[in-house]
């Protein structure tokens, strides 16, 4: 077995790093996921070693004399920032010839063949979902054009694309993914701001049953398809997690939508209310009343809805699945039920329109989650988005998706709505929801009520104060 080093490398100031780097950008808020993907890696193979880079505010300098004592080397690439990541794994070859780098991501799944040519120090690229493919390369029984899932280069240097992997199904075959974080992370230095802390995330299946236009994981590693872990198998890995870590406050399962599977979610929270643990989760905003009314038995306290927008036409253009009718009903029975819901929201998707950003903004104060994420539509490669993006000339790949600062550009443009109309509309969608009196009473009775929130919120508040700030002071582009 190769000594083998995960990284997910160092990257800007206030970068929102974690699993995979799920939002590939500075946030208003900074925040901190799990790094899942390497985690899952790290689990595999044996007698390695995870550096999670961002969340640990590691440099390169700070990590490069690593170099020497491994014999493979697994980078974490995202679209957003791979020109960094790839001079990271010049570094790392410059500091030892004889380092097997490889790069794994959905951008690199998406552009395998210029991924790998866009470094001489780059000796492969795992498509897909790329589990097995990385503990094959460890093991070393076999040269790497023999292995399925690999983008390399043959012996006389021509790049060998071998055959796809085929998905995983038996799920539960994967090893636990705390042990690692026990292992090789600080969880205090991970942080959302609308799960307590510390909190702990980690997936139990891969893919969704949706068929959203914009969303990257779907449409590239995860499938359309959800393929999920047993309810006991996610049950063991909480009771054993909850041992590990007595400290950790709030659970958050980070699967694409955890709710596809109404019956084995309903199992998993009856298996996890026995333990008086309280829980989160990514889900659609259609789940049943009777369904909400088990979870919130058996300690849910937070769903993630992406809503994306108050406009059933915009819905349909992105293929959500959603009928605003269902969305009102499904938040009205959360407000009712107090699960706590953080809402997010996409400005700028097929259909956008001056108008249909107000309507958006009007939608979200009548559904009211307790808090909310605003962000622009991002054509990443790979996604059906991106391909509308480019024959309808809504999106110059040359432009980039993040600027040299780091925060996230308005890539999308129409002929009707300019990307900096797009831009400037996010912080008015910012003020529009929070700046009323009564989101204002509610997050200060929040405050009042819990001393840790009353520190986070006034910490997170000059945050957000400074994002407005800072963002503006540059143009969008």
Not at 217 to 242: D, F, H, K, L, N
Not at 269 to 287: D, E, F, M, Q, Y
Not at 459 to 466: A, I, M, S
Request: aromatic residues 10%; charged residues 25%.
């Amino acid at each position: 077995m190769k000594k083998t080093l995960f990284l997910n490398p160092p990257s800007l100031e206030g970068f929102d790093g974690g699993a995979g780097a799920r939002y590939q950008a500075k946030r208003e808020v900074r925040s901190f996921w799990f790094p899942t993907w390497l985690g899952q890696l790290a689990a595999l193979v044996p007698g390695s070693k995870l550096i999670d880079a961002p969340a640990h505010d590691q440099s390169l300098g700070d990590i490069l004399p690593l170099a020497s004592q491994y014999e493979l080397l697994v980078i974490y690439a995202s679209a957003a920032t791979y020109a960094s990541e790839v001079k990271v794994a010049e570094a790392f070859k410059a500091a030892n010839p004889k380092l097997m780098i490889g790069m794994v991501g959905a951008h690199v799944a998406t552009v395998p063949e210029e991924s790998l040519k866009a470094s001489d120090a780059i000796d492969f690229v795992a498509r897909n979902e790329f589990d097995y493919t990385i503990l094959e390369v460890a093991e070393g029984t076999k040269p790497l054009t023999a292995i399925d899932g690999l983008t390399t280069r043959g012996p006389d240097g021509a790049v060998v694309a071998t055959p796809d992997r085929a998905l995983i199904t038996d799920m539960d075959a994967l090893p636990f993914v705390t042990p690692i974080y026990r292992r090789d992370c600080k969880i205090e230095n991970y942080f959302i701001g609308y799960l307590k802390h510390p909190y702990m995330s980690f997936y139990t299946g891969r893919g969704c049953r949706s068929k959203c236009t914009f969303c990257l994981w779907p449409q590239t590693i995860g499938g359309r398809s959800y393929r999920a872990r047993s309810a006991a198998s996610v049950i063991q890995e909480v009771t054993e997690a909850r041992a590990m870590f007595p400290e950790v406050k709030e659970f958050f399962f980070d699967d694409d939508t955890f709710t596809d599977d109404l019956e084995r979610v309903e199992e998993i929270a009856r298996g996890i209310g026995k333990l008086g643990i309280p829980w989160s989760c990514n889900a659609k905003a259609n789940i049943p009343r009777k369904t909400l009314e088990v979870l919130k038995a058996n300690g849910l306290r937070l769903l993630l809805v992406g809503y994306e927008s108050g406009v059933q036409e915009i819905l349909n253009n992105v293929r959500k699945g959603l009928r605003l009718d269902t969305v009102r009903q499904f938040s009205k029975d959360c407000h009712e039920l107090g699960i706590v819901v953080h809402g997010t929201f996409i400005l700028g998707l097929p259909g956008e329109t001056r108008e249909t950003i107000a309507q958006t903004l009007a939608f979200a104060k009548e559904v009211n989650p307790r808090t909310l994420q605003v962000s622009m539509a991002a054509p990443y490669p790979g996604t059906e988005l991106y391909r509308q993006a480019i024959e309808n000339g809504w999106f110059k790949q040359e432009d980039g998706l993040v600027r040299q600062d780091g925060w996230q550009m308005a890539a999308l443009h129409y002929p009707h709505l300019s990307s900096e109309e797009i831009f400037q509309a996010v912080a008015g969608f910012y003020k529009g929801f929070y700046f009323r009196p009564s989101k204002i009473a509610e997050i200060v009775l929040e405050m009042v009520q819990d001393w840790d929130m009353m520190k986070r919120r006034l910490r997170e508040g000059v945050e957000f104060f400074q994002f407005l700030r800072t963002r503006d002071t540059k143009p969008a582009c």
